[in-house]
């Protein structure tokens, strides 16, 4: 059977899971729809976590980007799973004892202010949507490359697709989807991997088989080092950027994927606070799989890429150059005339464009694997895209219906309203978010590092500090969080939009890039905070016994929807 025939298959069956499942579990309460009733086991929920955590970022994009900056690519890797640790050792248990569903539910409570909640809606919907375009714009590429529809097309069934299990399973539709399409994308993932560590280096473990040697005896990564800077690359081990900008993007990935709204919420669907931490730790297994994984299948993708393009002939070009080349994601033009490819990094001589989205979902047609695994690649990369898609909607809805509606604009409706309104609001996003898809600012790749910038200087001080200093206040708060994101935004906005040429190392702030200036954003926030609370009168008694309460992790109970 040919590729489409096969993707036609293990896509349409794995939607069909995903929609029986939506049917089976939808949500008839509030609590249903925003936590699944608080009854999901640990074990299922790591998963759900985990599916949730790895969007299409993870799947399609972080092993693109280590195989073409090498080295340089590794503090996707760091950044993303040490915001993991971070936010299940460091928040999760202590959110889960306050009960509330929400970073702007626990902001407005815990620092007794309407004007903080709606700072914190406002920076959890701009964080969500930029996040979630991006992953509307994934499952575009995955439809108009293997179901051989247009961009926008695949973007709108994605749509309806979300639309059905989000808006009617809410947080339970949701979570039982995810554990499944885990399943799916961890299965898609590794099976490619295996394979083709097998018939490089002969070693069926892709984490061991990066480290291992070719059929001539050399070793992988020696290889591609020597390969690389014939081309006019950095060596693939070497790193260019500086080291103080290596940690500060690492930290601002780090600080900002544990203010990330989505997974946050998934800490209340389990019963106890001892469920939360297991789910945390099941989920970290889960997520290193795919992790461990990463550069390996970024290292094959570069090697196989160079093989068959490199100085090869134009008239007979690999079958997966012509397939790619349809959806406009590949490019070849032949500037010498030569009749050969010359892929270099001068772009005034490169022939070859290659968008590093595609790495991975090109990887099993590189290396000519069987057409089932090339479908099962596809369905792996729409799990991915849609489970983190619909974790972001929920977190839309919910900072809609329950912060804005419920808790600022119309405080006496009823539960039953409130559904009502979170299900509208999700139909909302899944438009907007759709709307951004099909047409993706210049900017999309750029603004997923703008959205944990802005999460990393808006959402984690506020959290720290509320959880761990009895004297920090809603002065405090709000100004630090102002201060935090202005500074971030007005950095970015600068370097990226007002003035790209300046965009160089030389011009920047000691030497840290837009991508990493989160990390100093946040540390101003830290310090208005620090300084405004300490000139503003303390919190009331009832909010530092509260938070004397938070401390100890134990023996909290249900999550609630704030009262």
Avoid at 55 to 68: C, D, T
Avoid at 469 to 474: F, G, L, P, T
Wanted: proline share 4%; hydrophobic share 50%.
């Amino acid at each position: 059977m040919d590729i489409l025939t096969w993707t036609y298959i293990i896509v349409g069956l794995t939607f069909a899971l995903y929609i029986g499942i939506a049917i089976w579990s939808r949500a008839g309460s509030t609590k249903e729809f925003y936590v699944a009733g608080g009854g999901v086991s640990p074990l299922a929920n790591g998963m759900a976590t985990a599916a949730d955590w790895m969007s299409a970022a993870s799947f399609i994009s972080m092993a693109g980007l280590i195989s073409f900056m090498g080295y340089d690519g590794s503090v996707y890797l760091m950044g993303w799973t040490g915001g993991y640790v971070l936010l299940a050792l460091l928040l999760a248990p202590y959110l889960r004892k306050f009960g509330k569903f929400t970073v702007p539910d626990f902001v407005g409570d815990r620092y007794y202010s309407k004007t903080a909640r709606l700072v914190a809606v406002v920076c959890a919907i701009f964080v969500s949507f930029t996040y979630v375009a991006g992953q509307m714009r994934g499952v575009g590429i995955v439809f108009s490359r293997f179901l051989e529809v247009q961009i926008e097309t695949g973007v709108i069934i994605g749509m309806i697709i979300v639309l059905f299990y989000a808006v009617l399973g809410g947080m339970k539709g949701i979570t039982y989807t995810q554990v499944a399409q885990y399943c799916v994308l961890i299965f898609a993932y590794m099976v490619p991997a295996i394979f083709i560590s097998m018939m490089l280096t002969g070693n069926p473990i892709p984490q061991l088989g990066l480290g291992g040697t070719l059929a001539d005896g050399t070793y992988l990564l020696d290889k591609l080092d020597g390969l690389l800077p014939e081309l006019g690359f950095t060596a693939y081990t070497d790193g260019s950027k500086a080291t103080i900008d290596v940690f500060f993007i690492t930290a601002a990935l780090m600080v900002g994927t544990a203010g990330l709204p989505h997974v946050i919420v998934r800490f209340f669907t389990v019963p106890k606070v001892k469920d939360a931490r297991k789910s945390a730790g099941y989920a970290l297994v889960f997520i290193a799989i795919l992790y461990t994984a990463a550069p390996a299948v970024g290292a094959f993708g570069m090697y196989n890429m160079l093989q068959t393009t490199s100085n090869q002939p134009i008239a007979s070009m690999p079958q997966w150059v012509n397939n790619w080349e349809k959806t406009g994601l590949i490019g070849v033009d032949d500037k010498n005339g030569d009749g050969r490819i010359q892929y270099v990094k001068d772009p005034a001589v490169n022939e070859l464009k290659i968008d590093k989205d595609i790495m991975v979902l090109a990887n099993p047609e590189i290396a000519q694997l069987p057409n089932w695994v090339i479908a099962l690649v596809a369905a792996g990369g729409l799990a991915a895209a849609l489970s983190t898609a619909a974790g972001l909607l929920l977190v839309i809805s919910t900072s809609i219906a329950h912060d804005l509606l419920k808790k600022s604009v119309m405080t006496g409706i009823s539960e039953k309203q409130e559904l009502i309104a979170a299900r509208i609001a999700a139909t909302f996003a899944v438009v907007i978010a759709g709307y951004f898809g099909i047409n993706p600012p210049g900017f999309v790749a750029e603004v997923v590092a703008f959205a944990f910038g802005l999460a990393a200087a808006s959402f984690f001080p506020v959290i720290i500090m509320g959880i761990f200093s009895k004297r920090m206040n809603k002065q405090g708060a709000i100004w630090g969080m102002i201060s935090g994101l202005l500074f971030t935004i007005s950095y970015i906005s600068y370097f990226k939009f007002i003035n790209p040429a300046a965009n160089l190392p030389e011009n920047w702030f000691m030497e840290i890039s837009p991508e990493g200036i989160g990390t100093v954003g946040m540390i101003v926030n830290f310090i208005v905070s620090f300084i405004v609370s300490r000139f503003t009168p303390a919190p009331p008694a009832h909010i530092q016994e509260l938070i004397e309460d938070i401390r100890i992790p134990r023996g909290a109970g249900e999550a609630v929807a704030g009262h």
